[in-house]
């Protein structure tokens, strides 16, 4: 079970699903076209945050390209929890 902590929005989850299954670097536009119901101003507030809690990274700073690191694998497959959240 993928859990949710005090930072975290509902619309995370299925923002890393996004990224995970891109199975590459995108960018944010990339994320936002294929997120039903995730509004383009939200990917885009949740993308700091995500990498400043280590389940997605920037790879490429002057085009914005972003991909899911091993952690942000690790918490869609169940496998982090929510004290691992917190504590990042």
């Given at each position: 079970?993928?859990?949710?902590?005090?930072?975290?929005?509902?619309?995370?989850?299925?923002?890393?699903?996004?990224?995970?299954?891109?199975?590459?670097?995108?960018?944010?536009?990339?994320?936002?076209?294929?997120l039903?119901?995730?509004?383009?101003?939200?990917?885009?507030?949740?993308?700091?945050?995500?990498?400043?809690?280590?389940?997605?990274e920037?790879?490429?700073?002057?085009?914005?390209?972003?991909?899911?690191?091993?952690?942000?694998?690790?918490?869609?497959?169940?496998?982090l929890?929510?004290?691992?959240?917190?504590?990042?």
């Amino acid at each position: 079970m993928r859990p949710l902590v005090s930072w975290m929005t509902k619309s995370d989850p299925a923002i890393l699903e996004v990224f995970e299954e891109a199975g590459i670097a995108i960018p944010p536009a990339v994320a936002e076209y294929n997120l039903m119901g995730v509004s383009k101003s939200t990917i885009s507030r949740r993308l700091p945050v995500l990498v400043d809690h280590g389940l997605l990274e920037r790879v490429d700073e002057d085009r914005g390209y972003y991909q899911i690191t091993d952690r942000g694998r690790a918490y869609l497959e169940g496998e982090l929890e929510s004290d691992d959240l917190e504590s990042s």
